[in-house]
């Protein structure tokens, strides 16, 4: 595998960790929140009952990894944030962050660092940018 192509292959792995996610293995499945993941899919689901339990499954019983909750478009978010501040925003997919202007954080639970005028304008940028996401699917 060239390495850009395993690149992005474990940076879509990495998105999903976190998330809700069904597993399908041989024996049934399992939904749970992925905690871990390896380039080989052996993976930690945290599973949430009357008390949390944390299971490791293998690769060599894995049918199928299926993300339950959408996508943010942290890329698109950027995208708008820099025709607000110009060359200020770094994407920093590795840790589901844009940084604006190396001192506000924003994630997609909103801005989550940093105050100020700044601050604020980076916050109507973005939920105005859920807004729109909303409007699209209804």
């Known amino acids: ?11 879509e792995l990495a998105s999903m960790i976190g998330k809700k ?3 399908d293995t041989e024996e049934g499945e399992a939904e749970g929140t992925l905690i871990a993941i390896d380039p080989s899919l052996n993976l930690i689901l945290e599973i949430k009952a009357e ?21 943010f478009d942290l890329k ?4 708008r944030l820099n025709k607000v501040f110009p060359n200020m925003v770094k994407l920093r997919e590795d840790i589901g962050a844009i940084i604006v202007m190396d ?8 801005v989550v660092e940093g105050t100020g005028p700044s601050a604020e304008k980076a916050k109507q940028v973005y939920e ?5 996401l909303k409007s699209k699917k209804e």
Do not use: C, H, N, P
């Open 103 to 110: 001192k506000i954080k924003v994630t997609k639970s909103g």
């Open 128 to 132: 105005a940018y859920l807004q729109e």
């Open 21 to 23: 996610v069904r597993v």
């Open 51 to 71: 008390t949390a339990t944390r299971i490791v499954y293998s690769s060599r019983y894995i049918k199928k990894i299926t993300l339950l909750e959408e996508l």
């Open 76 to 79: 698109g978010l950027a995208d």
């Open 1 to 11: 595998m060239s390495s850009i192509v395993e690149k992005k292959y474990i940076e």
